[in-house]
């Protein structure tokens, strides 16, 4: 019987921890371990803190921080995309730990960009990057989800979410495929309903994510759901640059 996200989270936090390896294309030590505990395991990517290469703009020390925000703000959308995520310590300290999404790597979102397939999934990414103002969706950062079997279930997900939720506007993606088209009514809903949770204060995504993120973030993020909501079409590309390097 397949988890429910919520028991995915409470295995990822409480399993015992096995390290298997590095991931050597990742930009920070990025690690493949194995989570365990009695006769079930699961496998899922771990960044710990250490490992975080500085960057010059973007505090030290938060990147595994940023990548648990977009899972919870994912989560409280109700929007499936960004794998199950925890913050815990692990075997080179404190990090994220992440659900090792199985996936062909060769395929990726430059492989089924405008497959009507794929649409609404694609929206909610593109949607989820404007509000956590993602400066990384690079195309092999959607991964299509590959079973046990070897079938794909049609199911994405957007990983890699360390370099998110600047207070300046820093948004650089691929996918500008719904630039200008409206967004969705049912999509628009969740987010109006996600902004009346996030206001109010005490709310539990709002202590989560302050735990998370600076105050000048939690403004700038509040502003961006604010803009979303009023101009209800997608963001069009803005002047300078507004694709990562590389692409994919």
Not at 33 to 38: I, L, R
Not at 175 to 202: C, M, Y
Request: glycine share 6%.
């Amino acid at each position: 019987m397949a988890k429910s996200t919520e028991e995915l989270v409470q295995f990822l936090q409480t399993g015992l921890i096995e390290a298997l390896g590095y991931l050597p294309w990742s930009s920070n030590y990025t690690f493949l371990v194995h989570v365990y505990q009695e006769d079930e395991d699961m496998m899922a990517v771990y960044k710990p803190r250490e490992g975080e290469r500085p960057l010059w703009d973007f505090p030290r020390g938060t990147l595994h921080l940023r990548e648990y925000a977009a899972f919870l703000i994912s989560h409280a959308l109700n929007w499936p995309v960004v794998p199950p995520t925890v913050i815990r310590s692990g075997p080179h300290g404190a990090g994220s730990i992440q659900l090792f999404i199985d996936h062909d790597p060769n395929i990726h979102y430059f492989t089924f960009e405008g497959d009507p397939l794929f649409q609404e999934q694609l929206q909610k990414i593109v949607l989820l990057d404007f509000l956590i103002n993602n400066a990384d969706r690079k195309g092999g950062h959607v991964l299509l989800e590959t079973e046990a079997d070897g079938q794909q279930p049609n199911r994405l997900w957007a990983i890699d979410h360390g370099i998110c939720f600047h207070a300046e506007y820093k948004l650089r993606t691929v996918i500008w495929e719904f630039a200008g088209q409206p967004i969705p009514a049912h999509l628009l809903t969740d987010l109006i309903e996600f902004k009346n949770r996030f206001s109010i204060n005490g709310s539990q995504i709002k202590q989560q994510l302050q735990k998370m993120l600076t105050q000048p973030e939690m403004t700038a993020l509040e502003n961006r759901l604010e803009r979303i909501i009023k101009r209800g079409v997608f963001w069009r590309p803005g002047p300078g640059r507004h694709y990562p390097w590389p692409p994919v």
